[in-house]
């Protein structure tokens, strides 16, 4: 089994910044692409950003020149750094994984989600 843990949102004005942080741990062999996606109230969860193992990066429109995505892979840790906040960035964040375990089977996890609200 495989856990997600994520960390570092928050409460931060307009125009303010936060960084997210996410840790994979438990039975891992390798870990694929990994992403960060949201949800608002009343809304359907949205793709935020991915990353590849090898860093190759994909930005949501609303997002890019603001956020950006980075990875550890020898931590398994993804973060998203997050700039310029706008009050429709408002959602619970959530973190996503393609974990290959050592038996090589290949899951997708998520994280429990971390709050970030933006409001003055």
């Known amino acids: 089994q495989v856990q997600l843990v994520e960390s570092g949102g928050g409460l931060v004005q307009p125009g303010g910044s936060l960084r997210l942080s996410c840790a994979a741990s438990?039975?891992?062999?390798?870990?694929?692409?990994m992403g960060w996606y949201r949800q608002a109230p009343g809304k359907q969860r949205e793709l935020v950003t991915t990353?590849?193992?090898?860093?190759?990066?994909n930005y949501a429109d609303f997002v890019k020149g603001r956020f950006t995505i980075s990875r550890d892979n020898a931590k398994n840790t993804v973060l998203l750094q997050m700039n310029s906040l706008k009050p429709e960035d408002t959602a619970v964040y959530y973190c996503?994984?393609?974990?290959?375990?050592?038996?090589?089977?290949?899951?997708?996890?998520w994280g429990q989600g971390t709050q970030v609200t933006v409001s003055s």
């Open positions: 996503n994984a393609w974990v290959t375990s050592p038996s090589l089977s290949t899951t997708n996890y």
């Open positions: 438990g039975s891992i062999f390798s870990i694929g692409v």
């Open positions: 990353i590849t193992g090898g860093g190759s990066t």
